[in-house]
């Protein structure tokens, strides 16, 4: 089982919280019998999750990770922030269901009737979280965090198909959040915690918000127009 | 109990386009005006600013201009014989709130109908034989001819800075422009906004096919210009972050740059901010609307507000809501066809593609709201609609407003959306492909309608309006026609790869597909068939004027805001010069 617990132990350290809390919070599992180290050293620029539960924060990293792998074009999506930021959303006011109406009654719908539950975004989150590791669980016996990358890959893929048979919840629209979600995390603006160093833009060759290119569209005409991108934090 | 306010000249409810017009129009005439907005008040000087408007996920992905849905929403249902649900997030269109409201997020995209959509029952007739429109078509003609109309589309333009190419001047056709749009009497205030490389190869590919490709007309000057309140608008910067948000250049229309400004000095105006009109005060016997309740969201406290002339200047839903809340004009009843108040609902049927050039650089970020070269070779009753087995059509466009990282990608099929190799098809094909459109109309059809829901309610207790559509025959059949047009200029342009898309079989609540809802309260001759008349008076309250795109008898293949601000002209200037004068009925019923 080491092998399986590197991933959320790694995870664990990099957000900088493997703390007694949260181990007392996980005495159950098998990571939380390891002793826990006393002081972690946290990675450089880790940040703590306010949102997330640490079983939550393992399954987004996972996630967004297999989303948005490591390679030649960017890190990965979780080094590049897109977890934190997957976490301060859920938080936000969007998250909490702000400018969504909420009153009932509750009735299942047509699909054309659009999104019809009583969950909140951050609820929802919850909910698919949950039935998405009680599913691996059942397929491979474990957590979602603790598959092997390709079971990841193959899990996410049953999802996205629908053909991953979560109990109670919907696979397909739970994986077209998360895909949402992971995809405005790797290209919004820096300063909401995702694509750090710019990371997704770089990918694109988005040059982010200049002010104006007035004076470039014609120069630039079938010409490929390349600059460093910037973004909020730099204009402010 | 409301708290009773000192009665004004009029009351304007919404701060949109045509709420600031009719506002702006009435004082002129010597009028104390209140304006009531529900949302917040929105300055640009304060808010249209770097570096807040370059924020995608804020404006774009989290709707930041957009109506709060947990305060007001819609059900919707595709047929009669379905229960409705609300609508708990907007998704497929996307009305504004606070001043400005849809005029501030919108795509600029600035159009005329052609001539003979004001007149398309008539011509239809006379075209195709007496049976020629089925039954369950209700299309009725505009009122209102476009000559007549002109004169205000004119100077809606000139409000706004329209850029463009004529095609029609005075009659003459000049070259370059739109040689089907009917004539104007003066030129376009701006020159047209450049386009970038993709509409530039659908123009070549488009004039070889023997089509007429013309820049689009957009509502951003693409050079300083002071428009006839004497307000400056600034040049276009082609920044491509314009759509879903506000322009800080002021190079995009707004009611709050265009207009608001010269409002906010005007001492006969006053803006009323965060207040939520509850209903309508209607005295039937009297065939007046004696004022209107509203409860200040800020405090809580409610209010009457009596009023010499109400202007219902919300968005269509909120529009037709209100009449049928107030009793105003007889609910439409699709059983029957009987009734008027809900009637004709019409969208747009938009269906697009996209093109991958491999290889080339076409800086998708630069961009412009309306950006991109169009035909309007298969719009309305320009082309011959004999044994086509459909009505109607729309302009086919190739767009270039802006490709944002989140929302602005598009890939090839088969390429991976995640994973491995996922981002290699991005770098691949961000910056190469180019998009297209076309813009169909909307003829409407007698199950096509608006009620009030008889379950859901909103915040302030008031039962929700309840949308019923779904897309005809006759819309899928146009469309695929449009569809297979575009098709044949995307071939002609010779791209790697290409996709187009046709509209699904039943309309759906996401995703977006546009926020061209129209009808509900059209505009017609006569009381038994619509619930406005020509000067877009409602023909149960003489002193009550409807505005807005809920006046449309069917939506065109345009886009729909130039013709809601011309006709908002149109019918200040028959509330100033005749109403104010003489008040009563301004056509016989």
Same mark, same amino acid.
């Given at each position: 089982?080491?092998?399986?617990?590197?991933?959320?132990?790694?995870?664990?350290?990099?957000?900088?919280?493997?703390?007694?809390?949260?181990?007392?919070?996980?005495?159950?599992?098998?990571?939380?019998?390891?002793?826990?180290?006393?002081?972690?050293?946290?990675?450089?620029?880790?940040?703590?999750?306010?949102?997330?539960?640490?079983?939550?924060?393992?399954?987004?990293?996972?996630?967004?990770?297999?989303?948005?792998?490591?390679?030649?074009?960017?890190?990965?999506?979780?080094?590049?922030?897109?977890?934190?930021?997957?976490?301060?959303?859920?938080?936000?006011?969007?998250?909490?269901?702000?400018?969504?109406?909420?009153?009932?009654?509750?009735?299942?719908?047509?699909?054309?009737?659009?999104?019809?539950?009583?969950?909140?975004?951050?609820?929802?989150?919850?909910?698919?979280?949950?039935?998405?590791?009680?599913?691996?669980?059942?397929?491979?016996?474990?957590?979602?965090?603790?598959?092997?990358?390709?079971?990841?890959?193959?899990?996410?893929?049953?999802?996205?198909?629908?053909?991953?048979?979560?109990?109670?919840?919907?696979?397909?629209?739970?994986?077209?959040?998360?895909?949402?979600?992971?995809?405005?995390?790797?290209?919004?603006?820096?300063?909401?915690?995702?694509?750090?160093?710019?990371?997704?833009?770089?990918?694109?060759?988005?040059?982010?918000?200049?002010?104006?290119?007035?004076?470039?569209?014609?120069?630039?005409?079938?010409?490929?127009?390349?600059?460093?991108?910037?973004?909020?934090?730099?204009?402010? | 109990?409301?708290?009773?306010?000192?009665?004004?000249?009029?009351?304007?409810?919404?701060?949109?386009?045509?709420?600031?017009?009719?506002?702006?129009?009435?004082?002129?005439?010597?009028?104390?005006?209140?304006?009531?907005?529900?949302?917040?008040?929105?300055?640009?000087?304060?808010?249209?600013?770097?570096?807040?408007?370059?924020?995608?996920?804020?404006?774009?992905?989290?709707?930041?201009?957009?109506?709060?849905?947990?305060?007001?929403?819609?059900?919707?249902?595709?047929?009669?014989?379905?229960?409705?649900?609300?609508?708990?997030?907007?998704?497929?269109?996307?009305?504004?709130?606070?001043?400005?409201?849809?005029?501030?997020?919108?795509?600029?995209?600035?159009?005329?109908?052609?001539?003979?959509?004001?007149?398309?029952?008539?011509?239809?007739?006379?075209?195709?034989?007496?049976?020629?429109?089925?039954?369950?078509?209700?299309?009725?003609?505009?009122?209102?001819?476009?000559?007549?109309?002109?004169?205000?589309?004119?100077?809606?333009?000139?409000?706004?800075?329209?850029?463009?190419?004529?095609?029609?001047?005075?009659?003459?056709?000049?070259?370059?422009?739109?040689?089907?749009?009917?004539?104007?009497?003066?030129?376009?205030?701006?020159?047209?906004?450049?386009?970038?490389?993709?509409?530039?190869?659908?123009?070549?590919?488009?004039?070889?096919?023997?089509?007429?490709?013309?820049?689009?007309?957009?509502?951003?000057?693409?050079?300083?210009?002071?428009?006839?309140?004497?307000?400056?608008?600034?040049?276009?910067?082609?920044?491509?972050?314009?759509?879903?948000?506000?322009?800080?250049?002021?190079?995009?229309?707004?009611?709050?740059?265009?207009?608001?400004?010269?409002?906010?000095?005007?001492?006969?105006?006053?803006?009323?901010?965060?207040?939520?009109?509850?209903?309508?005060?209607?005295?039937?016997?009297?065939?007046?609307?004696?004022?209107?309740?509203?409860?200040?969201?800020?405090?809580?406290?409610?209010?009457?507000?009596?009023?010499?002339?109400?202007?219902?200047?919300?968005?269509?839903?909120?529009?037709?809501?209100?009449?049928?809340?107030?009793?105003?004009?007889?609910?439409?009843?699709?059983?029957?066809?009987?009734?008027?108040?809900?009637?004709?609902?019409?969208?747009?049927?938009?269906?697009?593609?996209?093109?991958?050039?491999?290889?080339?650089?076409?800086?998708?970020?630069?961009?412009?709201?309306?950006?991109?070269?169009?035909?309007?070779?298969?719009?309305?009753?320009?082309?011959?609609?004999?044994?086509?087995?459909?009505?109607?059509?729309?302009?086919?466009?190739?767009?270039?407003?802006?490709?944002?990282?989140?929302?602005?990608?598009?890939?090839?099929?088969?390429?991976?959306?995640?994973?491995?190799?996922?981002?290699?098809?991005?770098?691949?094909?961000?910056?190469?492909?180019?998009?297209?459109?076309?813009?169909?109309?909307?003829?409407?059809?007698?199950?096509?309608?608006?009620?009030?829901?008889?379950?859901?309610?909103?915040? $302030? +207790?008031?039962?929700?309006?309840?949308?019923?559509?779904?897309? !005809? /025959?006759?819309?899928? @059949?146009?469309?695929?026609? =449009? %569809?297979?047009?575009?098709?044949?200029?995307?071939?002609?342009?010779?791209?790697?790869?290409?996709?187009?898309?046709?509209?699904?079989?039943?309309?759906?609540?996401?995703?977006?597909?546009?926020?061209?809802?129209?009808?509900?309260?059209?505009?017609?001759?006569?009381?038994?068939?619509?619930?406005?008349?020509?000067?877009?008076?409602?023909?149960?309250?003489?002193?009550?004027?409807?505005?807005?795109?809920?006046?449309?008898?069917?939506?065109?293949?345009?886009?729909?805001?130039?013709? $809601? +601000?011309?006709?908002?002209?149109?019918?200040?200037?028959?509330? !100033? /010069?005749?109403?104010? @004068?003489?008040?009563?009925? =301004? %056509?016989?019923?």
């Amino acid at each position: 089982m080491s092998d399986d617990t590197v991933p959320r132990r790694k995870f664990l350290l990099g957000a900088g919280l493997a703390g007694t809390a949260i181990a007392a919070g996980l005495s159950d599992r098998a990571e939380a019998q390891q002793p826990a180290p006393t002081t972690p050293a946290p990675a450089p620029d880790a940040e703590p999750y306010v949102n997330l539960t640490a079983l939550e924060a393992a399954f987004i990293v996972a996630a967004v990770d297999t989303l948005i792998p490591a390679d030649e074009l960017s890190p990965s999506g979780s080094d590049c922030g897109v977890a934190i930021f997957i976490d301060r959303q859920l938080g936000s006011a969007w998250g909490g269901g702000a400018k969504m109406y909420r009153s009932g009654p509750y009735l299942k719908g047509k699909p054309e009737q659009g999104y019809q539950l009583a969950l909140t975004p951050r609820e929802f989150f919850a909910a698919g979280i949950a039935a998405a590791n009680a599913w691996t669980r059942k397929t491979w016996g474990k957590d979602f965090d603790r598959l092997a990358s390709a079971d990841r890959v193959t899990a996410l893929k049953a999802m996205e198909e629908g053909k991953a048979a979560f109990e109670n919840f919907e696979a397909r629209g739970f994986f077209s959040q998360l895909h949402a979600i992971t995809m405005a995390g790797f290209f919004s603006d820096p300063i909401y915690g995702g694509n750090r160093d710019k990371a997704g833009w770089k990918v694109l060759g988005f040059p982010g918000l200049p002010a104006t290119y007035a004076d470039k569209i014609d120069a630039y005409r079938d010409k490929r127009y390349v600059a460093d991108p910037q973004s909020i934090a730099d204009f402010s | 109990m409301a708290k009773r306010l000192k009665e004004t000249d009029a009351v304007v409810i919404g701060m949109g386009f045509t709420g600031a017009i009719l506002s702006r129009e009435l004082t002129k005439a010597g009028l104390n005006v209140v304006g009531l907005e529900r949302g917040a008040d929105r300055n640009p000087a304060d808010e249209f600013t770097l570096t807040r408007l370059r924020d995608e996920l804020r404006y774009v992905v989290r709707l930041e201009l957009m109506q709060d849905n947990s305060i007001d929403t819609i059900t919707f249902r595709n047929a009669p014989d379905e229960f409705a649900l609300p609508i708990r997030r907007f998704g497929a269109f996307l009305p504004g709130e606070g001043v400005g409201g849809t005029g501030i997020h919108w795509g600029a995209l600035h159009w005329r109908f052609l001539p003979t959509d004001f007149r398309i029952k008539s011509l239809l007739k006379e075209k195709y034989g007496a049976k020629a429109i089925p039954d369950t078509m209700t299309i009725q003609d505009w009122p209102v001819s476009y000559d007549e109309l002109e004169p205000f589309y004119d100077r809606f333009d000139k409000l706004c800075g329209v850029s463009g190419q004529a095609g029609n001047l005075r009659g003459k056709v000049v070259a370059g422009g739109n040689p089907f749009e009917g004539a104007r009497s003066d030129d376009y205030p701006n020159k047209p906004i450049k386009t970038g490389t993709g509409p530039a190869i659908f123009s070549d590919a488009a004039k070889n096919l023997g089509y007429h490709p013309f820049p689009l007309p957009s509502a951003t000057s693409s050079a300083a210009y002071v428009n006839p309140e004497g307000i400056t608008l600034g040049s276009c910067e082609y920044c491509g972050h314009c759509n879903r948000t506000a322009c800080e250049a002021n190079a995009k229309a707004s009611p709050n740059v265009n207009v608001m400004p010269v409002l906010r000095t005007e001492p006969k105006f006053e803006l009323r901010t965060r207040t939520f009109v509850t209903r309508l005060l209607y005295d039937k016997q009297a065939k007046r609307v004696t004022g209107v309740v509203y409860t200040d969201i800020k405090t809580g406290e409610e209010y009457e507000q009596p009023a010499g002339i109400v202007v219902l200047s919300s968005f269509v839903f909120g529009n037709v809501q209100q009449l049928l809340l107030a009793g105003i004009g007889e609910p439409y009843d699709p059983r029957t066809a009987k009734g008027v108040v809900g009637k004709n609902y019409c969208y747009q049927f938009e269906a697009g593609g996209e093109a991958f050039f491999e290889g080339r650089e076409f800086n998708p970020f630069m961009g412009a709201p309306g950006m991109g070269t169009g035909i309007d070779d298969f719009n309305g009753e320009n082309f011959d609609h004999a044994n086509l087995g459909f009505f109607g059509g729309g302009y086919i466009a190739c767009l270039n407003g802006g490709a944002p990282p989140i929302g602005g990608r598009v890939l090839p099929k088969g390429e991976p959306r995640w994973g491995v190799g996922w981002k290699q098809a991005e770098a691949k094909w961000y910056r190469c492909n180019t998009r297209f459109n076309t813009q169909g109309s909307v003829y409407a059809h007698r199950d096509n309608f608006m009620d009030l829901d008889p379950t859901y309610k909103d915040a $302030l +207790g008031r039962p929700l309006l309840r949308l019923t559509y779904n897309a !005809t /025959e006759n819309d899928h @059949k146009m469309s695929r026609y =449009l %569809v297979e047009k575009m098709e044949g200029v995307i071939k002609a342009m010779n791209p790697t790869h290409y996709e187009v898309h046709n509209r699904p079989k039943n309309f759906t609540i996401v995703p977006y597909q546009s926020t061209h809802n129209t009808g509900g309260t059209i505009m017609g001759p006569d009381p038994g068939s619509s619930v406005v008349n020509r000067y877009l008076q409602a023909w149960g309250a003489h002193n009550l004027f409807v505005q807005g795109a809920s006046v449309f008898p069917q939506q065109h293949g345009y886009n729909p805001t130039g013709t $809601l +601000g011309a006709l908002a002209y149109w019918s200040a200037k028959a509330i !100033t /010069e005749k109403y104010i @004068k003489n008040p009563g009925p =301004l %056509v016989n019923a």
